[in-house]
C-alpha cells in the first residue's frame, strides 16, 4: 500500500526546479527571481583568503572609477586613454551621447576629472553652456571667455607659434610656421563659410593665401583683420599677379571685392559674425594647463556665432597641442599628453555646405602621440541639422572612428542609427531605451526625484558586448554638478557670467 502510493507520486523533478530555486509546493519556498549576492572587488593577496569564494570578474578596472556594474555590482572603471594603453581600442577616442538630463555632462566631467589626475590636461574647445567652466577653474585651469564683448579672438595671431619657432632650428621650425599659418588661412576661410553660409570660391581661397604672406612679412607685431583688408586694398603686385588682374584695375577690384567684403565684416564688427574677431586676443593660449573656452555668452539663438566661434577655439586647440607636440620632440617641453573635447561639436557643422570638410582641416593633428579626444552631443539625429547629405554623411563619419562609445537614455529609433557602425544585444537596446522613459523617476541622493535613467551608461568598446555602469560621485564630484545646475539656472534666468560667478563665488570672483 505505502509502495503503491509513493509510486502515484509526481517525479521529483516536478516539485524541484532544476536551478534550484525551491520546490514548487505550498510552503516550499520557490523564487521566482533570485537576488544577485553583493559582490567586492579586492587584490589577489586581500581575498586569498576567502577562497573558494573569489572568482574572477568581466568588470573593466582599466581607469578612472566610474561607478558600479549594474549587473555584478563591481567597480568600473574605464577611460579612452587607458583602455587604448591597454590595448583594448586602436585609438584613444571616444564619443558620448545620451538624451539631456541624463547626465551626460557630469560624466564627461568625471572622466576628465580622473584625467586631470593622471596629469593630462583637458581642452573644452567650445563649451555652449559654461557647464565645465567650474570643473576647470578648480584643476587649475584657465577659462577663456568669447563672444558678445567678453572676450575676442585674434583670427591672425600666431605668437605660440611664432614665440616656439624662436626656440627651435631647421625643419622644426620651419613646421611649425608653416603649420601656424596653414591653420590660420583655415580658421579664416571657416568664417568666412560661417558668415556666408557658402564656401569661398577658388580664386578667393588664393587671393587670401597670397595675402596673408605678404602681411606676415611686412607687418611688424601682431595683425588685425583690418589689417589684411588694408593689404588687399593696396592691391600689391603679387597679389594682382595672383588673380590674374592683367593690368586692369577693375578685374583686380571684381576678384577681390567679395573677399574684402567678408574681411571686412569680421574686422570691423558689422557682420553676421560680430565683433569678436575684431581685436586682440583677449587671454593667450597656455599648453601648460587644462582650458575651457567659455561660449555661455553666445545663446542658441545665435548659431551662426556659435558655430564660428567653435571652429575658431578648435582651430586655436590643435594648432597649440601641433606646437607643444614639437616642441617635446625637439627637448624644449616635457612630453604633454592633451584630452580634446569637443561638447555638443554638431553645432558648428549645421551652417553650411562644405563645413565639415572645413572642420576636418581644422581638427587634423599632425601629431596625435599622447592625444586623446572626447566628442559630445545628445543623439546621432543632431546630424540631421546638417543640411547637405553628402556633409552629413561625412558628420557621422567622425563619430563611427570613435573607438569607445557611451550610450546613455536613448528611444529607439535612434539606436537604429547606432547600430549602424556599432552592435547592440536585444538586452543592451532595451536597457538603453528604458534609462529614456521620461515618466519613470527615482529619488537620488538629496531626497529630490530624478529621471530614472540618470547616471546609467551603456559603455562599448568595439563591437564587444557593453558594459552596464551606474556612475557614482564622490562628493567633491556631488558639490560640482550641483553648482553647474546653479550655473545653469542663473543663466537661463539672463544673468551674466560675472553675475553668475558672484553669486557662486562670491565677491573674489574674478
Known sequence: MMLGKLLARPARSTYYDPGRRGYRIPGGGHASLIDLPPEYRGTSVQVCGLWPFASGSGAPLEGIPLGSHMLTGNVVGLDHFTAFERGLIPNPSMYVMSNPALGKSTLVGKIMMGLDYRGINNMILGDVKGEHVLRTRMMGGQVNRLGNGRGYVNLLDMSLAANAAERLAGSQRTEVELGAFEQ???SIIAAIMVARK???????????????????????????MRDLDQIIADAPAELRETVLDRGDEERYMDATDALRKSIRGLAYGNG????????HTTEQFDITRSCV????????????KQAAAMLACWS???GAVNVAQVLADAGLEPRRNYNIALDEFWRALRVGHGIVDRADSLTRLNRNEGVGQMMVSHTLKDFNAVADEADRAKAKGFVER???VVLGGLGASELKEVEEFRRLTRAEKERVISWSDAKKVTTNRRGNEAP???GKFLIKLGQAP????????????????????????LRKAGASTEEIEREIFGDEAA
Open 184 to 186: 590660420c588661412k583655415a
Open 293 to 304: 573656452y567659455d561660449l555661455s555668452a553666445l545663446p542658441d539663438s545665435q548659431p551662426q
Open 316 to 318: 586655436i586647440g590643435f
Open 452 to 454: 530614472f535613467g540618470r
Open 272 to 279: 553676421p559674425l560680430g565683433d569678436m574677431f575684431s581685436r
Open 198 to 224: 557658402d564656401s569661398p570660391t577658388e580664386h578667393e581661397e588664393l587671393a587670401l593665401g597670397t595675402a596673408l604672406q605678404i602681411l606676415f612679412d611686412k607687418f611688424n607685431g601682431v595683425p588685425l
Open 402 to 404: 570613435c573607438s569607445m
Open 466 to 489: 557593453g558594459v552596464p555602469v551606474t556612475t557614482k560621485l564622490t562628493s567633491i564630484e556631488d558639490e560640482i554638478s550641483d553648482t553647474n545646475t546653479r550655473w545653469e539656472n
